[in-house]
């Protein structure tokens, strides 16, 4: 079935440094990549849409110049969250669809990231 | 705007039945979705609805679909202790972009 793998799993970092998380898809092409945040004991905040070989397309409310997305490839995403904050603390977890309708998205493990 | 809304936590004993239950503001909804999230992990697709369809079922798995009163409920037979996770109830029209409930926290008790 479609994989899609996501790394690092967790991450500690200080304070205005810069991270960056990696989303694959392993064995299908994916145009279209999705990046969530996940607060404790709440849903999945869609945070950006990530388009292939094009610019990401970000919710409202999320600072695109923070959240940084690159979707260089049909296999890989990333997000870098840039100059990082504590605030920023959370459970990023990306998501792709192999084909468009009823077989719903194959997530990433979710990253943890900590700012110390 | 699109919601989706489900209750918080379930508790049930092991062997029992669980339902999750589900509603959502969106009539145009095509596909209704029940993901599993075990702690520290992604989300697992568990089983899914077309629109049309009232019922659907996967082995422990029972999908009840009420269109009219936008109401999904999710029963799982048999309820065991890996089956502790949070449930996440979704709905999508068709596109890519699928909007989720907040997740019900299911605990079972041996």
């Known amino acids: 079935g479609a994989v899609v793998s996501q790394h690092p799993s967790r991450v500690i970092c200080k304070s205005g440094t810069s991270v960056k998380i990696e989303c694959r898809s392993l064995?299908?092409?994916?145009?279209?990549m999705f990046w969530y945040r996940q607060f404790p004991k709440q849903s999945l905040m869609l945070m950006a849409t990530?388009?292939?070989?094009?610019?990401?397309?970000?919710e409202q409310g999320v600072e695109k110049d923070k959240f940084l997305i690159n979707h260089a490839s049909l296999t890989l995403s990333t997000l870098t969250v840039t100059s990082a904050h504590p605030e920023d603390s959370s459970f990023y977890i990306c998501?792709?669809?192999?084909?468009?309708?009823?077989?719903?998205?194959?997530f990433g493990s979710g990253t943890r990231l900590t700012v110390v | 705007g699109e919601d989706v809304e489900q209750s918080l936590f379930l508790s049930v004993r092991e062997g029992d039945s669980s339902v999750i239950n589900c509603t959502y503001t969106?009539?145009?909804?095509?596909?209704l979705y029940w993901y599993k999230q075990e702690p520290g992990a992604g989300l697992q697709l568990l089983t899914y609805?077309?629109?049309?369809?009232d019922m659907k079922q996967d082995q422990r798995l029972t999908v009840l679909l009420n269109k009219k009163d936008k109401h999904l409920s999710l029963r799982i037979a048999d309820t065991q202790t890996g089956d502790s996770a949070i449930y996440f109830c979704?709905?999508?029209?068709?596109?890519?972009?699928?909007?989720f409930g907040a997740g019900t926290r299911l605990f079972v008790k041996a």
């Open positions: 979704a709905e999508s029209t068709g596109g890519f972009k699928t909007i």
């Open positions: 609805i077309f629109s049309n369809m």
């Open positions: 969106d009539s145009s909804s095509t596909y």
């Open positions: 998501s792709a669809a192999p084909g468009q309708g009823p077989v719903g998205y194959t």
């Open positions: 990530s388009n292939e070989g094009s610019k990401a397309t970000y």
């Open positions: 064995d299908f092409q994916a145009t279209t």
